[in-house]
Each structure stands twice: as structure tokens, then as C-alpha cells.
């Protein structure tokens, strides 16, 4: 099994481990293949979407629901996202789970990405978003922590992977 | 058709469904018919994602109906949003499409097409919808709601409703659900609850 489809059977175990049915994306070239493996899991109920903002109203209804969901998006879609969270997740107090791509980070060379390097972390900072860095596949077992968390405190938090996990 | 007389008459069709309306008019008009603070879920402070939070909602919970108010203003914003419906296609969701031709949550500023008419028919059956109605009178919509929405339906339902701008006139007269984010939150989680056995919140008082 490649490095890439072993870290994308974690995560969809972890996922699973946690009771979460529901994912809703939109994609990032370093994390197709977890979108594909999730896609192909019979735990999980993938919805593509048009945009990011649908996958936080999405999982949002879905949480009211009683079922359990995330988010999954690379760093430029998070940028667009800022609105829909503050708004859904902060003032209801919803919480959810958010998977990004640290993009723009040391090891990415991709010059479109520059701002994300400048920016994603500051302003998951200025938003009070607690979020957690995993770039290695011994650190995989947080996520189901971390999931957790959001659903006991009722607030959102987000996990950045990182090139060295996915590539 | 008059904005609030649609929405009572709509009001008075409803039985156990869940509802979630979007920012804007439809937010007042369902406060004013109903005064519903268990299962309605007035979602003031988000424009054009109303039907998406449905669309979880209704998937969380295939057993319960679940009505979604979302105005032309926030169909204008997220228009792909209705390839994400069709994708889901859950035959638990009616997306009613508020259409007064402004954004009615912002003073009744114009949208972006003006005064040409937006034919959100042909929009919604052009990206793949099978179940889309039009209601642009109140006895239309009285006369054909029953086919339309009720009882048991094959998948997603799209429903127009044609309806007149609120006046200033209207405004004065109405006003918003007082309760808070969080407030609403456990009302309509509990409801929800209570309905379907769901754990929305990993403990019961």
C-alpha cells in the first residue's frame, strides 16, 4: 500500500471511529485520494459540492440532525469560508471538524499558494480557530480527538495536513 | 401573490415538517405566520446556505419532511448549490424558491438581472431538477400544493413561488424570531430529538 493510501485509511478509520457519516467536499490535489477512498467507503455518505461554503451549510444541517459529518477543502477554499462559519458555527455554536491542506507551507512550491502561506494561519488565528497541524502519520489518531472536541465544546476547529503527510 | 398570504397559506399545510428558512423576507414572513420556536430553524445569520443546512438536515433525517425557504437574492449567490441538491436528491426536501426579484433581507435592493425576469424553472430544470412547480397566484398554489408537496415523493421538490416585494408599508408590521443562536439551536435540536431519536447534542436534560 502507497504512503498516500495508507494515511487516507487512517483518516477514513478515524472518521469511522467517531461515528462520522456524512463528508462534504470540494477538492484539493493532495487530498483526492482521501476524497477517493472515502468515496469508495460504505461508512460514509460523500457529497461533492459547488462550493465550500455548501459543505459548512451541509454539515452544519446535519449535525442538527444528530448525524455526525466533516469538512474537507483545500487552504483556498477555507479563505472562502471565513462567512459561513462565523456566521452558521459561531453564532449557533455548531460545531465541525474542517480538514484543509496547509497549502503555501515550506515544501510547497506551487507560486499560486503564496498567500495561503502568508495568510491560512493568521487568520485562523484572528477567527479564534483552534486548529491543528498533522504532518505526520503518527499523529493521525488526533483527528478522532480533536472531533470530539468540537462536538463536546460546540465549536469548530480545523485540521491542516500537510505536504509531508500526503505527498 | 402577496408574500404573507402565500406564507400562511403554507403555514396551514404544515404538519410535522421540519422548516429552515433563509436570511431576509422569508425569516419574517414564516415568524409572522407561525410563530414556530421548536421546529423552525430561522437562519438569519447565513445568506444563500439554507437549503444546504436542509439538504444535512434531511439526510440526517430521512424519516421527518423538511421545508427550506431560501429567497431568489441567495439563489443568485449560490446557484450551484442546486447541482448539490439534484447530486443528493432527497425525497424528504422541498427547496420552496422565494421569487420577489430583490434582496429582501437588504431593503429591497434590486438583483442583479434588474427588472428582466428570471425564468427559475427553466434555471432549475436546466441543471437536472425532475420535480420543479411553479405557483405565481394563491389560488394556484392552494390548487396545486397537494401534488406538488404533500405526502410521499419520489425525490427532491423544487417549488417557485411567485410573490410580490414586501412594501415599506409590510415591513413595519414585522418582525423577527427574538430567540438567540444558541437558544434556537437546542429548541430545534430537541425538537428534533424528540421526533426521530436522534442524539443531536450527546445528552438529554
Known amino acids: 500500500m502507497s504512503k498516500k493510501q495508507r494515511v487516507a485509511t487512517a483518516i477514513a478509520d478515524q472518521l469511522a471511529s467517531c461515528g462520522v457519516k456524512l463528508v462534504a467536499s470540494l477538492p484539493d490535489n493532495w487530498i483526492n485520494t482521501i476524497l477517493a477512498t472515502l468515496d469508495a467507503d460504505e461508512r460514509f455518505d460523500h457529497i461533492a459540492v459547488n462550493r465550500e461554503e455548501s459543505a459548512i451549510g451541509l454539515c452544519a444541517g446535519a449535525y442538527m440532525g444528530g448525524t455526525g459529518s466533516v469538512a474537507m477543502m483545500g487552504a483556498s477554499g477555507f479563505m472562502t469560508v471565513i462567512y459561513a462559519v462565523t456566521k452558521i458555527n459561531y453564532t449557533y455554536e455548531i460545531p465541525v471538524l474542517i480538514f484543509v491542506t496547509l497549502r503555501g507551507a515550506f515544501g510547497d512550491y506551487q507560486k499560486g499558494h503564496a498567500s495561503n502561506g502568508l495568510y491560512l494561519e493568521p487568520i485562523l488565528k484572528a477567527i479564534n480557530m483552534p486548529y491543528r497541524i498533522i504532518d505526520k502519520e503518527e499523529d493521525i489518531p488526533e483527528i478522532a480527538k480533536i472531533y470530539r472536541h468540537t462536538k463536546a465544546l460546540f465549536r469548530p476547529a480545523v485540521i491542516a495536513l500537510t505536504r509531508d503527510l500526503l505527498g | ?205
Open chain 2, 1 to 205: 401573490m402577496k408574500y404573507l398570504e402565500c406564507f400562511k397559506f403554507l403555514a396551514s399545510k404544515r404538519r410535522d415538517e421540519l422548516v429552515v428558512t433563509s436570511a431576509g423576507n422569508s425569516n419574517q414572513a414564516w415568524w409572522a405566520a407561525t410563530h414556530d420556536t421548536r421546529s423552525s430553524f430561522y437562519l438569519g445569520a447565513s445568506m444563500s446556505l439554507s437549503t444546504m443546512f436542509a439538504s444535512g438536515l434531511a439526510f440526517a433525517c430521512p424519516a421527518v419532511k423538511v421545508w427550506a425557504f431560501m429567497g431568489d437574492g441567495a439563489l443568485s449567490m449560490n446557484t450551484g448549490m442546486l447541482f448539490v441538491e439534484r447530486q443528493m436528491d432527497l425525497p424528504n426536501l422541498t427547496h420552496f424558491l422565494v421569487s420577489n426579484g430583490c434582496y429582501g433581507g437588504t431593503g429591497n435592493a434590486d438583483l442583479p438581472s434588474r427588472n428582466l425576469e428570471n425564468d427559475y424553472v427553466a434555471i432549475a430544470t436546466a441543471m437536472g431538477l425532475k420535480r420543479v412547480y411553479s405557483f405565481d397566484s394563491l389560488e394556484a398554489l392552494e390548487a396545486g400544493f397537494d401534488a406538488a408537496v404533500s405526502g410521499d415523493k419520489p425525490g427532491h421538490t423544487f417549488v417557485v413561488l411567485e410573490v410580490e416585494r414586501f412594501s415599506e408599508e409590510d415591513e413595519k408590521g414585522l418582525g423577527l424570531s427574538p430567540m438567540d443562536g444558541p437558544e434556537m439551536k437546542y429548541r430545534f435540536g430537541r425538537r428534533v430529538e424528540e421526533l426521530t431519536g436522534a442524539d443531536v447534542f450527546g445528552y438529554r436534560v
